[in-house]
Each structure stands twice: as C-alpha cells, then as structure tokens.
C-alpha cells in the first residue's frame, strides 16, 4: 500500500518508536503516580522525560503545564470548554477542523458565547488584518489551526500570537496538522495553548494527544482520580494532574518521546523540505491535467504543510479514493471533518481528494500515483490528448 | 545529618524536586508520603540536608511544598 494520508494518521512507524512502545510495554507497565513502589516511580520518570522532551521541542516553559490527553480533539475540548465561560466571545479562522466547531457551537448552545470567523488570505498580513477587526472586548480567546488539513495553508501563528498578546486575549492553537512538520516555539510565538496530534506528523502511536498550557484554565471537563489528594472530592488544581484523571496511555507516550527524538535526529527542516517537494512536484504533475481541478497556488516552502485537495472534473471525490484503493494507494475523499474549510474553497457540496505526504513516502511512490491517476477515466483520455 | 522529606503532592511535583535538589548536590529521591496526612495519598522527595535550603530551592523552583517532616530510615 502506497500511503498518502498521512494528515489523518501517520500511516507507518519509525522503528524507534516502535520499539519504544514495546519497551514501554514490557518495562513501563506499572501506573504513573498512583503507587510507590519502584516500578510505579519508573514509569512517572518515563513520563516526565516525555514532558521534559515536549517542552524543549516546542518551546513551552515548564512540564508542569505538558498534559496527555486522549488525542487532539480531547485538547481542543479542554481548552475550549476549560476557557469560555458564559457571554464569552472568540474568534476562530475560516479553516477551522470540527473539533474546534463542535465544541464551540455546543458553548454557543449552552453558555450563550458567541464567535466571529475570521477570513483566511493567501496573504498573511490581511489575514492577521481579518482576525484584528473581528477582536472586541468580550473577546476571550483566539483559537485557530496552525496549518488547514484541507488546503494545507500554514497560518500566520507568530503575527496572530502578537496581536493576540497587544490585544489581551488568549492564544490557543490546533497544530494538529503541523507539530512535527514545522518548527513551533509556544514562547516565541505568544502561544497560550497548543494541541498536538502525535499520532500524525510526531511519528507516534495513536492514543494520546498532548495539551501545552501556559495559561490557566477555569474548569476541567473530566474529573477523577489523580493518585493524589483522596480525601478531597473537588478536583485537585494542580498540574498537570488536574487534567489527567484516570490512567494514562504510557506506551503511546513512549511513542512521543521516541517519535521527537527521530525528528530531532532527522532535522525537522530537513524532513519538511523532503515532504514538501514531493508535494509540489505532485502540484505541478496535476496542474499539466487538463480535468483536475485545484484549489490552491502552488505549495510553497513555510507556506504550506504537505498535503493537496484535488478532485477530478465531474467526477466524485470518492469514487476516485476508491479508485486509487483498488490500486494500493491510500488517501482520502470528502470533507476531511472541516467543513468550513470547504466552504471557503468552494468544495462544500463535493469534498475534495485529499493526497498528504509524510515522513515515509518518496519520488517513486508518487510518480506511482500519477500514473494510476492517469489511468482513471476522464484523465485517461485527457493524458492521450496531452501526449 | 537528619533526613527529611517534603510532600509535594503530585508525583510530577516531586520528581521536578527531586531534580532541583540533585542540581544542587543534594542525594534525592521520590517517595510516596508516609501516611494519608490531612488530604490523602501523595508524594514527595526525601533527601539528607539542610531543610530550610532544599525547602526555599523547591519553593524558588515552583514545587508545591505541602509539608516537611524528619524521618528516619
């Protein structure tokens, strides 16, 4: 199987990580702060070295403020419903994922907030622009992806972290499709909270998510045993336990530290260049096709993470996934859980065919799909016109 | 040379003490708090030394300090 959706999950594992989990599996199988016997005390060191080591690579300031959470979404949910409280307004981008507009229409609901959606341009100074206006004094927070997992656009986290931080409003950022693809420094980029997706572009397991906070949050949404403070049935205010009841994923949490380490090793610079130019080399094979359709301008270096939306003239974006499945290529078709995304390319009522490239994938495998692609249907006899 | 041991409460409180204290030349370690004291379970590091010194690098660190007690091992 050729993978090439690597912005849902990164399909394949460094053998680091691997045998990472394994180890975790076999040699860290007791429970983080809940005992103290030597093997509970290990692990709680693993897991703190895995904090040690998020802090360092994203520039937050302390491991207190490293929480693991089940994936990405549960983040966004911590943030979102542990920040807003009622009447609070915020303001999110036009590319945002659901696990930004779910949770924000249920407050909507419930807690009478209200948000503004501010416009995303392929210029950076009239987006920043955009998210200005739409700032005002009941103004709570701003929550934003850093790079659309549609159009692969990276948003101008730094200027938006600056205005957010002139303006007095919380910064919370989706890296969900740019943790481990661009660098991130919460520090210098005025960043409150920042939610990662390991599972993606970190090269970890799936199964835990990860929560930099470096700002308080008002309330937590699960609540439940910490290991610490029994006799108090209010939740204990600490962190990063407050917001870690219940048993942690230690061998995914394994998996993020090894995962980083690859990175680090491999020179995250130096990965993204690779990925990026396969993803503008596909760009410019699709652009020679007379009956693809794309939304975007070419991808371009710290512009946009590696990932296209295509689809084929008149023809379904499923139809076609279904297509390149049959021929051992895996992407994927429709709306990508962001709707407001497609809205804002037009792709609403169609979706798009999604091709995200990762760590693993190469030249060869996407000449691969170039030429299956070229064997589908319409294209085929475009490509014998072409030729 | 007395020892002692500080709660911190959290796990993660106490290995970030530990940390400090060994930084600066203390012989730490993690310990689960002897006993439920006034809110329940928690931890703590237990370490030789001057404890008025390991208690002010803890609190200049930002680790919670809940408690400091003499024990004897």
Same mark, same amino acid.
């Given at each position: 199987m050729i993978y090439l959706d690597n912005a849902a999950s990164g399909g394949k594992k460094p053998p680091e990580v691997i045998f990472s989990v394994q180890n975790a599996l076999k040699n860290y199988s007791s429970n983080p702060g809940r005992s103290g016997h030597n093997g509970s005390i290990n692990t709680a060191l693993m897991v703190y070295n895995a904090r040690k080591t998020i802090v360092d690579f994203f520039g937050a300031d302390n491991e207190q403020n490293v929480v693991f959470t089940l994936n990405c979404t549960h983040a966004l949910n911590y943030v979102i419903k542990g920040v807003l409280q009622e009447n609070d307004h915020i303001v999110i981008s036009s590319l945002e994922h659901n696990a930004v507009m779910r949770p924000v229409t249920k407050l909507q609901n419930i807690k009478n907030i209200s948000y503004d959606m501010a416009s995303v341009s392929e210029d950076d100074d009239i987006t920043v622009e955009n998210f200005k206006k739409l700032i005002n004094k009941n103004t709570k927070m701003v929550v934003c992806t850093h790079a659309s997992n549609v159009t692969g656009k990276i948003l101008p986290i730094e200027k938006i972290g600056k205005l957010c931080k002139e303006k007095g409003v919380l910064f919370a950022v989706d890296a969900a499709q740019s943790a481990g693809v661009i660098p991130i420094n919460m520090q210098k980029m005025n960043i409150d909270f920042l939610c990662l997706a390991p599972h993606k572009s970190l090269l970890a397991p799936m199964g835990v998510g990860v929560l930099i906070s470096r700002s308080k949050l008002n309330n937590t949404v699960l609540e439940g045993g !910490?290991? !610490?403070?029994?006799?108090?049935f209010e939740q204990p205010l600490e962190m990063p336990e407050m917001l870690e009841s219940g048993t942690i994923n230690v061998p995914a949490i394994a998996g993020v530290t090894a995962g980083i380490e690859v990175l680090k090793k491999q020179g995250i610079n130096n990965i993204y260049k690779k990925e990026l130019g396969l993803i503008k080399y596909l760009y410019e094979q699709l652009n020679r096709l007379e009956n693809v359709i794309l939304y975007t301008k070419e991808p371009k270096f710290y512009d946009s993470v590696p990932l296209i939306s295509f689809n084929i003239k008149d023809y379904n974006s499923f139809e076609v996934a279904e297509f390149l499945n049959k021929n051992n290529i895996a992407v994927r078709a429709g709306l990508h859980c962001a709707p407001t995304a497609h809205k804002t390319i037009g792709t609403l009522n169609v979706g798009t065919i999604r091709v995200s490239v990762g760590y693993f994938n190469n030249y060869y495998e996407i000449n691969y799909l170039i030429n299956v692609l070229k064997k589908y249907k319409k294209l085929k006899n475009c490509i014998d016109t072409i030729q | 040379m007395h020892k002692y041991l500080i709660s911190t409460g959290t796990v993660t409180y106490a290995i970030k003490g530990r940390d400090v204290l060994r930084r600066n030349g203390y012989k730490a370690e993690i310990k689960r708090s002897v006993g439920l004291g006034r809110i329940g379970c928690g931890y703590g590091v237990a370490f030789v030394g001057d404890s008025k010194k390991a208690e002010e690098l803890l609190r200049f660190a930002g680790v919670k300090v809940l408690e400091i007690k003499q024990i004897n091992e």
């Open positions: !910490t290991g !610490t403070e029994s006799l108090n | -």
